[in-house]
């Protein structure tokens, strides 16, 4: 569904990324994993258009058509096809939660889908709906991230890209967004997944890759990566 073939992006005078190589297959959940600096929202920046490549290729295909979006503008990038729940969650907060939600469907106007789409968002986080009216600023720190993801599944994604969705929560609530991550795939939206929490990331996800200084250094399964030493003495916390 996406792939990104020698990818170059300059941040800030930094080469941030410096020739990529991933791809995400359709109903996958792919997790990104590295130390801070790696190159991991840069990443997700670049393919939803926030940051610009200065080389190489993203190409995207939603159902049979392939398009290259290295140089689409970002609204026409969630019209393709890809939502982006940013790290940070960058809610509105003092709009209210059904407002919040209502502006991840901004580029929708299909009403009828739109109502579907926010009964589905509220099955997945039933909280939504009992707050609905309460602004953005006030919920907790799990609320606003459940809120983050509901207004990017509001634009109706076939590729949901996700920044450490754990960042903050106490460990009850990772593990029930990562529960909500896994239902999300299964119900049919490819999910690529950058995570702190590294032993949770893998063990989620079907595929990996581990970012160093803007390089992939290790790609696999999940369950191999987990097993690979040096991603253990690295990341997991495990071994001298």
């Not at 295909?61 to 979006?69: C, L």
């Not at 982006?84 to 939600?101: D, K, T």
């Not at 991840?104 to 997945?124: P, T």
Request: charged share 25%.
């Amino acid at each position: 569904m996406l792939w990104l073939e020698d990818v170059h992006v300059h941040r800030g005078g930094t080469h941030a990324l410096r020739g990529i190589d991933l791809e995400v297959r359709r109903g996958e959940i792919v997790a990104l994993i590295g130390a801070n600096g790696a190159g991991k929202t840069t990443t997700l920046a670049a393919i939803s258009g926030l940051l610009r490549c200065q080389q190489g290729r993203i190409g995207f295909a939603p159902e049979q058509a392939r398009i290259d979006i290295s140089k689409v503008r970002a609204e026409k990038i969630v019209a393709a096809g890809i939502s982006h729940c940013p790290e940070g969650r960058q809610i509105f907060g003092n709009l209210s939660v059904a407002e919040n939600l209502m502006i991840g469907a901004y580029l929708r106007s299909d009403r009828d889908g739109i109502e579907k789409d926010l009964r589905a968002v509220h099955d997945l986080f039933p909280i939504l709906l009992t707050r609905a009216s309460v602004p953005g600023n006030r919920l907790s720190g799990g609320e606003q991230m459940m809120l983050a993801i509901g207004r990017a599944l509001m634009s109706r994604p076939k590729l949901l890209l996700l920044d450490e969705p754990s960042l903050g929560l106490a460990p009850q609530l990772v593990e029930q967004i990562f529960d909500i991550l896994a239902r999300i795939r299964d119900e049919g939206t490819t999910v690529l997944l950058v995570e702190q929490n590294a032993a949770m990331a893998l063990d989620l996800a079907d595929r990996a890759y581990v970012l160093e200084t803007g390089l992939i250094k290790l790609a696999g399964t999940g369950k191999a990566l987990a097993q690979d030493a040096d991603v253990q003495r690295a990341y997991l916390g495990v071994g001298p």
